[in-house]
């Protein structure tokens, strides 16, 4: 399996611009998350998905941050308009529910920086 | 409500030396645990998990944890660190639910 797939791997846009950032879970993963990390804050949970329903937003910072899972295979984290303090790498990752507790499967990420 | 606490933020240690990364957490109910490295400019590998049972488990890259229930602990040990091991190291503790909490991490410098 290639694993989890992230992309663009790095994205640099200009304030007030959309962004867009794309997952491809690991085949036969029924939960999918977005995680973003940074060196304040560390690893933050921002979105849950089951069965790509959104379970938990709660960690979402803001309404300009959305995030949708139009079937099993695919994932996208859309900012909009994007700010400077939104500059992080943004991880997914997705595990098997109903197995016992597996552990989450994470892609290598996509660097964002917003000039 | 659950977290992970890791008091080390940047360990040094000499290639060839053994290492420990502690990892104390806090949940409600029996927890489920796992240890990640992640290297610069990519994303969190698996090195091993705990869910139940023996509580010393065994992980990849020579890895391996001890789980004590009485210190809230899930430390991580390695006999003889390798220069490739430098890289950033996170407790994660879950449960029943999808929710992983992370810890704030370790930095490991492997020195020749």
């Known amino acids: 399996d290639a694993g989890v797939i992230q992309s663009p791997r790095h994205e640099v846009t200009e304030m007030g611009q959309e962004v867009t950032l794309r997952c491809k879970p690991i085949?036969?993963?029924?939960?999918l998350f977005w995680y973003r990390q940074t060196m304040m804050r560390g690893l933050e949970l921002l979105i849950y998905f089951n069965n790509n329903v959104p379970i938990d937003d709660s960690g979402m910072p803001e309404d300009r941050f959305s995030a949708k899972m139009p079937n099993a295979s695919f994932s996208t984290l859309k900012i909009q308009p994007s700010e400077p303090r939104d500059s992080a790498v943004y991880f997914c990752?997705?595990?098997?529910?109903?197995?016992?507790?597996?552990?989450?499967?994470f892609g290598q990420g996509t660097r964002l920086t917003v000039v | 409500a659950q977290s992970v606490t890791q008091p080390d933020i940047h360990i040094t240690v000499s290639e060839g030396a053994s290492l420990e990364l502690r990892c104390n957490y806090s949940?409600?109910?029996?927890?489920?645990l796992f240890w990640y490295v992640q290297s610069p400019g990519q994303g969190l590998q698996l090195l091993l998990k705990y869910f139940s049972g023996d509580t010393l488990v065994q992980g990849i890259k020579g890895f391996e944890a001890e789980f004590k229930r009485s210190q809230s602990s899930f430390n991580l040990r390695k006999p003889s660190v390798h220069w490739s091991d430098a890289a950033e190291y996170f407790c994660?503790?879950?449960?029943?639910?999808?929710?992983?909490?992370f810890g704030a991490g370790t930095t490991v410098t492997v020195r020749a």
């Open positions: 990752a997705s595990r098997p529910v109903g197995q016992g507790v597996a552990p989450a499967f």
């Open positions: 085949s036969g993963h029924n939960s």
């Open positions: 949940y409600g109910a029996t927890p489920y």
């Open positions: 994660a503790v879950g449960g029943d639910d999808y929710k992983l909490s």
